[in-house]
């Protein structure tokens, strides 16, 4: 009997469930990108479930695009936006910013969704924009020198999706890192590689239509 309850105690402490994390869509002409957010990032999770629930960003553009950098959208400005204005100062009227949520172990890899911001030094997030990383590969001898930088301590891991997979680590510990890209990386990549303005703006228009998507479980 003794025997049985330390076994049961024992499948207690190593049985972990599966965390539920919510999901979002961005449908695009390029297709579709699902994006899983992190619950280690409440605010931003939440800031997004409430836009996207609003259907704030239907219609809106990904109003700057960089290849092997990243793109970004959520400028309420840019619905309505005559081609070639400039687009990335606007925000949700009446509503602050989001206070940072930095985390280590959720770096700027290839896919990471991130909060646009202006030079508060709080490092605060914009309440609408954000961006979606593209990146690319990185160099052990850069990686270091970001590293030391940015004040980051990248583990065996970290480094390696940096030096094979890619991203943007010098963004690390500066903007808030809050989902992960998990299909249509290729609608990304088709999305960045867009010609440009010399403001970084699509000459064609790249419009989104945001739905959250099912919860997702992982362990």
């Known amino acids: 009997m003794r025997f049985f309850v330390i076994l049961v105690a024992l499948l207690l402490v190593s049985f972990k469930p599966k965390e539920k994390r919510h999901t979002i869509e961005i449908i695009t002409n390029y297709g579709t990108m699902r994006l899983m957010l992190f619950n280690e990032t409440p605010l931003h999770r939440d800031n997004m479930l409430k836009l996207v629930r ?7 553009l990904f109003h700057r695009v960089i290849k092997d950098f990243m793109i970004q959208g959520g400028d309420p400005e840019s619905r309505h936006a005559a081609p070639g204005a400039l687009l990335g100062r606007g925000e949700i ?5 989001i206070p940072a ?24 997030s914009s309440n609408c924009q954000f961006y979606i990383v593209q990146g690319k590969k990185i160099n052990a001898t850069e990686l270091e020198a970001f590293a030391q930088r940015n004040g980051m301590n990248y583990t065996a891991e970290q480094r390696r999706i940096y030096e094979t997979i890619g991203g943007t680590p010098h963004l ?27 403001n970084d703006r699509p000459l064609t228009d790249v419009r989104m239509v945001i739905r959250e998507g099912k919860l997702l479980k992982v362990k």
């Open 101 to 124: 949520e930095f985390r280590s172990h959720l770096i700027h890899q290839k896919g990471a969704l991130a909060a646009a911001r202006d030079n508060n030094p709080e490092k605060a």
């Open 93 to 97: 009227k009446g509503v602050g910013r």
């Open 172 to 198: 690390d510990n500066n903007y808030t890192v809050f989902g992960q890209l998990i299909e249509g990386m290729e609608v990304l990549d088709a999305i960045a590689a867009v010609p440009t303005d010399r």
């Open 54 to 60: 609003e259907r704030f960003y239907d219609s809106l």
